[in-house]
């Protein structure tokens, strides 16, 4: 009697699990599965779409396999579950790989640009470690700006040529009345005289 009401409880389980499965399986039933790809733009959502579509069809196909009481051990149906389960590994390493290398290329790009502002300078979120007083402000400035000066060598020449007459005129000649001998030191009658000195 015990067992009869064990075999009562799962067969209502069973009823109630069928029932919640049912239920789940209508979205995707009540549409062609050429519909349901239709909808769906990203190729890694498709991906993962076929995985679990075929996951659902293969698991139901096993559950029914089990309960009418076949071995399920050495099936073919083992093999396909497996063969899901690895598709399904290998979308998960392909998100994986996805998701490292945007936040590898966004962790580059952050990292060259705060090389080139603390390098270059600029005033962008207060970069610019290096950037001098001289190279933040422009290198023209706003009076000369527009302001074009056009040299020649003609233009050299004659500068040079005014440069040599301004010096000549600045040059210090001493005056015609009064002309100084400079001293000479050590002259012979002087070292002869100290000879002298020093002997007396």
Known sequence: ???IENVKQFI??????TNKLSSKLKPILTKSLDEQVASIEDPV?????Y???LYVLVSVLFAYIKSVGIDTTSHPIVKELGRVKSYMNRLKELENKLKSKSNSSSEDALAARSFLQNTLGGKV???GAAATQSLTTPAISSGNFGKHTKFTQDDVEEKSEESEV???KKKKY???????KPA???TAKSKASKVKKINK
């Open 1 to 3: 009697m015990e067992n």
């Open 166 to 168: 301004k010096n000549i």
């Open 45 to 49: 959502a498709k991906i993962k779409f």
């Open 125 to 127: 979120n207060g970069g």
């Open 12 to 17: 209502e389980a069973l009823d109630a699990s």
């Open 184 to 186: 000479t030191k050590g």
């Open 174 to 180: 001493p005056s015609k009345g009064k002309i100084t």
């Open 51 to 53: 995985n679990n579509y």
